[in-house]
């Protein structure tokens, strides 16, 4: 293989690449104290952590050094990584598409992106529009999720809107999974 030259892997086998936990970490921001980020969201604090070290839900108010946030943004990151091999562990995939999908899935969370048309579309081989659903998740919900008639959890209607920060992450992961970043 020539230098400089790109090979995908199994996604299977892969680990979040140092551009893809810098990337991580410099879209989360820091927050010294848990407080939601949005109205309507769950506390977060160091580098976008929604759990404390203990695995407990963050209650608003805790604080955290940078240190500890770290270690905590490396185990959300493990998480991501863990549950998305799951849905993606036969996939073949740069190293930057796979940074993008572990960014996305430890903000969104994995389940999401698992049940999202992207495993489908990256078994197809169609890596382009895999890459393009990422831009799907730029919005949030700004009021409590209710019960649809078979029981799932939804959004209710006209709740669903876009943040102009989400979009711009969104926008980045876009580039960096399609190897722009």
Same mark, same amino acid.
């Given at each position: 293989?020539?230098?400089?030259?790109?090979?995908?892997?199994?996604?299977?086998?892969?680990?979040?690449?140092?551009?893809?936990?810098?990337?991580?970490?410099?879209?989360?921001?820091?927050?010294?104290?848990?407080?939601?980020?949005?109205?309507?969201?769950?506390?977060?604090?160091?580098?976008?952590?929604?759990?404390?070290?203990?695995?407990?839900?963050?209650?608003?108010?805790?604080?955290?050094?940078?240190?500890?946030?770290?270690?905590?943004?490396?185990?959300?990151?493990?998480?991501?990584?863990?549950?998305?091999?799951?849905?993606?562990?036969?996939?073949?995939?740069?190293?930057?598409?796979?940074?993008?999908?572990?960014?996305?899935?430890?903000? %969104?969370?994995?389940?999401?992106?698992? $049940?999202?048309?992207?495993?489908? +579309?990256? /078994?197809? &081989?169609?890596?382009?529009?895999? #890459?393009?659903?990422?831009?799907?998740?730029?919005?949030?919900?700004?009021?409590?999720?209710?019960?649809?008639?078979?029981?799932?959890? %939804?959004?209710?209607?006209?709740?669903? $809107?876009?943040?102009?920060?989400? +979009?711009? /992450?969104? &926008?980045?992961?876009?580039?960096? #999974?399609?190897?722009?970043?």
């Amino acid at each position: 293989m020539a230098v400089g030259e790109k090979t995908r892997a199994l996604a299977a086998g892969m680990a979040v690449g140092a551009i893809g936990l810098v990337a991580y970490i410099g879209s989360e921001g820091w927050a010294e104290k848990a407080v939601p980020p949005v109205k309507g969201d769950v506390p977060t604090y160091g580098f976008g952590s929604t759990r404390g070290a203990d695995g407990k839900p963050l209650q608003g108010g805790e604080t955290i050094k940078p240190v500890p946030a770290v270690r905590l943004a490396l185990r959300d990151l493990q998480v991501a990584e863990t549950g998305l091999k799951k849905c993606l562990g036969g996939v073949m995939l740069y190293q930057h598409e796979y940074d993008a999908y572990v960014s996305l899935s430890s903000n %969104v969370g994995y389940t999401k992106v698992c $049940v999202s048309s992207i495993p489908v +579309k990256l /078994r197809a &081989e169609d890596y382009a529009a895999a #890459c393009r659903t990422i831009l799907d998740f730029s919005k949030f919900c700004n009021k409590p999720k209710i019960r649809n008639a078979q029981g799932k959890y %939804v959004c209710p209607p006209g709740a669903l $809107v876009e943040l102009p920060g989400l +979009k711009a /992450r969104r &926008e980045r992961e876009y580039k960096m #999974c399609m190897g722009d970043i």
